[in-house]
C-alpha cells in the first residue's frame, strides 16, 4: 500500500491497487481516463502485456479486501477506505487498513 501511494505522488497520477484474488494483485497507473496501466503484478502467470516488475507472494500466503480496488490519488490520498487482510501459512493474520488520508498501518 505505501508503495503504491509513493508511486501516485511522485508520479503525480492516480494510482490503484487491484485484487484479483487471494494471491494476485497489480498495481496499475491511470495512463488517461479510465484506462490503467499495470506497474506491478505479483502473480506467475504468463501474460501479455509489459509490466515494470512483477512480485511474487511466497507460497501459502493469502491476503483478501473487503474491495477489490483502492485507488491513490496525486496527493496521495486514498479511496476508499479499505482493509486488506494478509494471512500466513500457520494461519496468523494481519489487517493491513488504507485510511482516507492514504496512510497505511498494520493491526
Known amino acids: 500500500m505505501a508503495r503504491a501511494r509513493i508511486l ?3 508520479r503525480n497520477e492516480d494510482i490503484r491497487v ?3 484474488d ?3 494483485y497489480e498495481i496499475q497507473s491511470e495512463t488517461s481516463p479510465e484506462t ?9 502467470a504468463d501474460v501479455a502485456d509489459q509490466v515494470d516488475e512483477e512480485f511474487f507472494l511466497p ?3 493469502v491476503f483478501s479486501t473487503d474491495g477489490s ?3 491513490f490519488h496525486s496527493r496521495g490520498n486514498a479511496t476508499p477506505i479499505a482493509t486488506l487482510k494478509l494471512t500466513n501459512p500457520n494461519g496468523n493474520s494481519r489487517d493491513i487498513v488504507v485510511e482516507l488520508s492514504g496512510r ?3 493491526q
Open 69 to 71: 480496488v483502492i485507488e
Open 36 to 44: 490503467w496501466t499495470t506497474l506491478v503484478r505479483n502473480t506467475q
Open 59 to 61: 507460497a501459502g500466503f
Open 8 to 10: 501516485s505522488v511522485s
Open 18 to 20: 487491484v485484487v484479483s
Open 22 to 24: 487471494t494471491s494476485t
Open 104 to 106: 497505511s498501518f498494520t
